[in-house]
């Protein structure tokens, strides 16, 4: 008999852990499984890869209740949720002397599904946790957590009440592990290590047969994929493209993600006099294609768990270079899968020229993804482990 499994995730929209579930859901075993997936704000870009398998829920709550403060009382606001308005007034005000509660007041105001489920999984952590827990009516509850939980702490003491009440805790790297273990001592026999799931198949399968680059330009191609915002390092990589285009290199630097201060950064490109050479392309639900066609890929965030465009562009052989935050080295060898800079401007731009310039470098890096790194598909039976 089929079991039934509910996904909770805030968003299909940009980003990583957004991919790392639609590939989660493209190899699940339907043959077992009968998966609903319930989202809070619909209408992300990979909406549309969400097999048809998957029953698809859309909350009833307005997705413009999850936004960030002011946009999200705006919006509010102006579709007379005036209800609603006054608990995102509440939520901000808790939220000054403890971010975790209001997290949980956040959570109580969201409708419940009525269903009782064999195993519920909450996606992404936090106020979906507390949703989980409080909400959803199963037999068995797994929580997510995608990063690093040393740079989330101020979740800890909403977190300590929660994971007392969840089955396992997975997360997506070693250090990612024992971080949570640092953190939670009393729930170590709990937390899991299941990998993004990135295969060549699902990769290349995405992969379209046109161009993406419609500028025709034949120099140095560097790409970077992730949201355009400081986490993801870009004020840095503005720098850097700064110090090469003084050392007189013919390239372009082009951003493939989400904007979050489209003023911001388009000032800082002015400042630095890069605006022919980096590009910011916006948000795009494929960026592989992109990915084919650089000859470099160039990850300059100040933290993550694990980067899912990583082992993108590992899958795809492509030389990377990425900044040294806390889990980097779980994911690179450095100077044999990758180059490993310091996380500063000057230190990106000299690890880009070393690859350029370095020939054996280059394809030694090549040569050893090719025979590494083919995917791991098998990662998503550790999951139906947690869910017997």
Not at 102 to 121: H, L, Q, R, T
Not at 290 to 304: A, L, Q
């Amino acid at each position: 008999m089929k079991k039934n499994v509910l996904i909770i995730s805030s968003n299909l929209g940009i980003g990583g852990f957004q991919k790392s579930l639609i590939s989660l859901l493209h190899y699940f075993d339907y043959n077992n499984y009968n998966v609903d997936l319930l989202i809070f704000r619909s209408g992300g870009v990979f909406e549309n890869q969400i097999p048809s398998n998957v029953n698809l829920i859309h909350n009833k709550m307005p997705g413009e209740y999850f936004e960030s403060f002011a946009p999200s009382v705006k919006k509010l606001f102006k579709l007379r949720r005036f209800g609603l308005v006054l608990i995102r007034l509440l939520i901000s005000i808790i939220g000054l002397f403890d971010k975790g509660y209001a997290a949980i007041f956040m959570s109580k105001f969201i409708p419940k599904i009525d269903k009782e489920y064999d195993v519920s999984i909450d996606y992404n952590g936090q106020y979906i946790l507390y949703y989980m827990i409080n909400k959803i009516k199963a037999k068995r509850k797994i929580t997510f957590f995608h990063s690093d939980y040393k740079m989330w702490s101020f979740y800890k003491r909403a977190d300590e009440r929660y994971y007392r009440k969840v089955d396992f805790i997975v997360t997506v790297s070693d250090l990612c592990v024992d971080s949570l273990k640092d953190y939670f001592p009393s729930e170590i026999y709990k937390i899991k290590r299941i990998e993004n799931i990135i295969t060549k198949e699902t990769v290349n399968s995405t992969i379209g047969s046109e161009n993406s680059f419609q500028d025709k330009f034949d120099g140095i191609r560097l790409l970077t994929v992730g949201r355009v915002c400081k986490e993801k390092g870009i004020d840095m990589a503005i720098e850097a493209c700064r110090y090469l285009k003084h050392r007189g290199l013919d390239f372009k630097w082009y951003v493939v993600g989400q904007i979050s201060d489209e003023k911001y950064f388009g000032n800082l490109i002015n400042e630095n006099d890069v605006v022919n050479e980096f590009v910011l392309l916006g948000a795009t639900n494929n960026p592989y294609t992109y990915m084919k066609e650089s000859d470099i890929i160039v990850h300059t965030s100040r933290f993550e768990g694990k980067a899912v465009v990583i082992e993108e562009a590992k899958v795809l052989n492509k030389p990377i270079i990425v900044t040294d935050f806390s889990t980097a080295k779980n994911q690179i060898t450095n100077r044999k899968t990758g180059l490993i800079v310091n996380m500063d401007s000057e230190s990106i731009a000299n690890g880009i020229l070393e690859v350029i310039n370095n020939k054996d470098l280059r394809e030694d890096i090549i040569s050893e993804l090719s025979k590494e790194c083919n995917g791991n598909e098998n990662e998503i039976k550790k999951l139906y482990q947690l869910m017997r």
